[in-house]
């Protein structure tokens, strides 16, 4: 149902658009908030632990199985063989399986489980593996260049095309070839995967699952079993975190725990511990891009060719879809006139990568941002200045090459406002003499902006569902099908049913994500979980609301259009009427007080094979300004200040969403600068599997002054509240941080020299980048 409801709305209280507390809030801060470990065990509950592939590739000979049955604690073992129906759990395309059979094809892979009434028995006997498998080793991919070059790809190759790039290449007065690496991130939720699974009577199943992909689970876990998915019920409060490894990737673990609990007729709860979930699930993809780029004297790129490759790891996954949005996100911010695109999803034999906050538009974003920074130095420009050049334009230039329009083009004021308010012109030049005075230390400034599209890029994934019912003592219950992952969805959704129905926030309470109450829905990702489940709730509370106020117009005699809903009364012919006593009458007068509703994404539409349509309902905007400091002696670097400046449209809650683009900036940043990913060249064993090893952002990288503010704007499509999505666009803020510290490293060479800076910019790559710009220079 895709109405305009905003004049309706309009007589409402204000419950949205202030500052409220998360809905949780309270919970989270006492501890008292319950995850799902800590859900209270049933009596005969069984703990199971994962015996993992010792190898990256190999053919499956045998397991050991009584070896490990005879290890002290352990009930039972669990191999391909004891799964009852269709061994898989991949997402789009059936190659992912549950449990290895035949083929290993990952070092960490999955290949039998093992219960125990203890834990620690159960991870003991699990770590067995290396010694209980038999297996014959296979050659292996494990490097997305290896991939590539090999042609071997976990899906056809894609291309979207504008124009002709390659006669606007040869016919421009500049070109430049790039090679960009651009290293992968770690979800590192604080919550671990984790599912708890119940039997129930008639071959019923109750999966307690961490997932932001209720219905997901619920369909693999039945056609694990053999059942209908009606026998199948995921439950799922909160989670700890889901950053995307949630979406699709909780479902080996809520399959692997069902499959023992049908199989021993008990419960059976699976947590793997930290280093277990690295070595076992997926992460954003790595990519590296090379391009070909056309220019002129102002920095404007004329054509473009690059070809991104992807490491999608063994399976699909969701590969195809990430490189279909890098693929759309290329162009960020920039009018490209004629473009080529080409992009590869290349085998690799290591964990399968998934969605990560973005999915791939932060890669594909990332690789136009590094060619403009590299112009510009190239031309001896600000690049800034080279930026603003390439922006889309309001009535032209303003098409992307996926053929949408860029409508709602805030670019330029936006851009505006944050160059006058970071003081960028001034500091450019104080730092130009800071770094003239300081052989050692280096300053480095960016300002960067970003265009995010909003909407799944697979159409039907754009509706959503909910119900709201309203009790006789006035209090509302809302379920919806989205998860709530401590981003604020929950009380988002919550806000808009007390701000349709004129009520304060403390009335409306929502309960947990439930397959047995809103069914068939989509993942919380795309930035749409509030776009949707919001409208869904929203429609539900506008029927109950449309339902009372007739009652109330003919009980009375009054035009319906009189009738208002605000400050918990509902405003009848001069009189304030509670809410409570109004809905007990009409309970009394047997008005329904409970409501579905429904959403669908307006004005979508995609051609796949020609990579051509409408995919997004609308974009987010943003820009930040960031300064570093750089020891180019050690490599070690400070981020100074950082000036944010993001688009939100009208916001429901602006607490929450200045949380979620702080958040999202500095997981952004990790990215770039300190979370490097490691595989071992011979094995393919992930090194980097620990918090020893993996370095995400702490509190101590916050910059100490850290601006950060909500665009004055108003969705101009008919969202939610006239609101835009948090949840994604924001992580392309942090490209400030990472162009800066190219910026303070191209000093050392008087800007003369564009640094091969590899992402992420570590202290390492720093150091190496600085070591080049001083050898190019000694050349020169």
């Not at 280096?442 to 995010?452: D, E, H, I, Q, V």
Request: with cysteine; aromatic share 8%.
């Amino acid at each position: 149902m895709n109405q305009t409801v905003e004049p309706f709305l309009k007589q409402a209280a204000t419950a949205a658009g202030q500052s409220k507390p998360h809905e949780s809030a309270h919970l989270h801060v006492t501890g008292s908030a319950p995850y799902t470990d800590d859900i209270l065990e049933l009596t005969g509950t069984l703990h199971c632990a994962l015996g993992l592939s010792p190898v990256a590739h190999g053919q499956l000979l045998g397991i050991d199985l009584d070896a490990v049955k005879a290890m002290p604690g352990v009930v039972a073992v669990i191999t391909a063989a004891d799964i009852p129906g269709r061994n898989d759990c991949g997402a789009i395309t059936h190659d992912d399986p549950i449990l290895a059979d035949g083929e290993l094809m990952y070092l960490g892979q999955p290949v039998f489980a093992v219960l125990s009434a203890d834990r620690e028995a159960a991870r003991r006997a699990a770590a067995t593996a290396a010694k209980v498998i038999r297996f014959k080793e296979l050659p292996a991919l494990l490097t997305p260049q290896e991939g590539h070059a090999a042609q071997d790809y976990v899906v056809p190759p894609m291309h979207m095309v504008r124009g002709d790039a390659a006669t606007a290449l040869a016919a421009a007065p500049h070109r430049m070839d790039l090679h960009v690496d651009l290293g992968g991130q770690e979800q590192f939720y604080l919550e671990g995967q984790i599912s708890y699974a119940v039997p129930r009577e008639n071959d019923g199943m109750l999966v307690y699952c961490s997932t932001q992909h209720p219905s997901e689970m619920q369909h693999h876990i039945a056609v694990a079993l053999g059942l209908h998915s009606h026998h199948v019920q995921i439950e799922c409060r909160r989670m700890g975190g889901g950053f995307g490894g949630k979406e699709s990737q909780s479902g080996v673990f809520a399959c692997i725990a069902a499959v023992a609990a049908r199989k021993l007729k008990r419960p059976v709860k699976l947590r793997p511990d930290r280093d277990d979930d690295f070595m076992i699930t997926g992460r954003r993809h790595c990519f590296y891009h090379d391009m070909a780029l056309g220019y002129d004297d102002e920095g404007r790129v004329l054509g473009t060719e690059v070809s991104m490759v992807s490491r999608a790891g063994f399976s699909a996954d969701l590969s195809a879809p990430v490189m279909g949005r890098a693929l759309c996100h290329f162009d960020n911010a920039y009018w490209l006139p004629h473009v080529a695109m080409h992009g590869f999803c290349a085998r690799t034999h290591t964990q399968s990568n998934t969605a990560f906050r973005g999915f791939g538009g932060p890669q594909g974003a990332f690789a136009i941002e590094y060619a403009l920074d590299s112009i510009a130095r190239q031309l001896g420009k600000d690049a800034l200045d080279v930026r603003l050049a390439n922006l889309y334009g309001v009535d032209t230039n303003n098409v992307t090459p996926y053929g949408q329009v860029v409508e709602d083009n805030v670019l330029q004021p936006l851009l505006g406002e944050l160059i006058a308010s970071s003081d960028y012109r001034a500091r450019r030049e104080a730092i130009a003499a800071f770094n003239a005075g300081s052989p050692v230390l280096k300053k480095g400034l960016a300002l960067t902006p970003l265009k995010f599209g909003i909407s799944f890029n697979v159409v039907h994934l754009n509706q959503a569902g909910a119900l709201v019912h309203v009790y006789t003592d006035g209090s509302v219950l809302v379920n919806h099908g989205g998860t709530e992952m401590g981003q604020g969805l929950n009380t988002k959704v919550a806000q808009m049913v007390a701000h349709t129905l004129g009520l304060s926030l403390g009335r409306v309470r929502v309960t947990a994500t439930d397959t047995h109450k809103v069914v068939n829905t989509s993942a919380t990702a795309a930035s749409t979980g509030t776009d949707l489940n919001g409208k869904a709730a929203q429609d539900a509370a506008l029927t109950i609301r449309k339902r009372l106020t007739q009652f109330l117009a003919d009980r009375h005699q009054v035009p319906a259009e009189s009738i208002q809903f605000a400050n918990d009364c509902v405003e009848v012919a001069g009189n304030a009427l509670p809410f409570n006593v109004v809905v007990t009458e009409a309970y009394m007068a047997r008005v329904q007080l409970w409501s579905d509703g429904f959403y669908t994404t307006p004005k979508l539409h995609w051609d796949r094979e020609t990579m051509q349509g409408h995919p997004f309902y609308y974009f987010a905007y943003g820009a930040a300004c960031s300064e570093v400091l750089v020891d180019t002696l050690t490599g070690e670097w400070k981020l100074l200040r950082a000036d944010v400046l993001h688009d939100v449209g009208q916001s429901i809650n602006p607490a929450l969403d200045i949380g979620q683009v702080e958040g999202a900036f500095i997981q952004g940043m990790g990215w770039l600068t300190t979370e490097e990913l490691y595989w071992h060249p011979k094995t393919g064993k992930l090194l980097t599997h620990a918090p020893s090893t993996y370095k995400i952002p702490t509190a101590s990288d916050c910059p100490e002054d850290f601006r950060v503010k909500l665009f004055d704007n108003r969705n101009v499509e008919d969202t939610v509240y006239r609101s835009k999505a948090v949840g994604e666009p924001p992580l392309l803020l942090p490209f400030s941080v990472f162009f800066a510290l190219r910026d303070a490293v191209s000093s050392v060479g008087g800007h003369k020299v564009n640094p091969p800076l590899r992402a992420p910019a570590t202290s390492e790559a720093l150091l190496d980048a600085i070591d080049a710009v001083k050898a190019a220079q000694a050349k020169a």
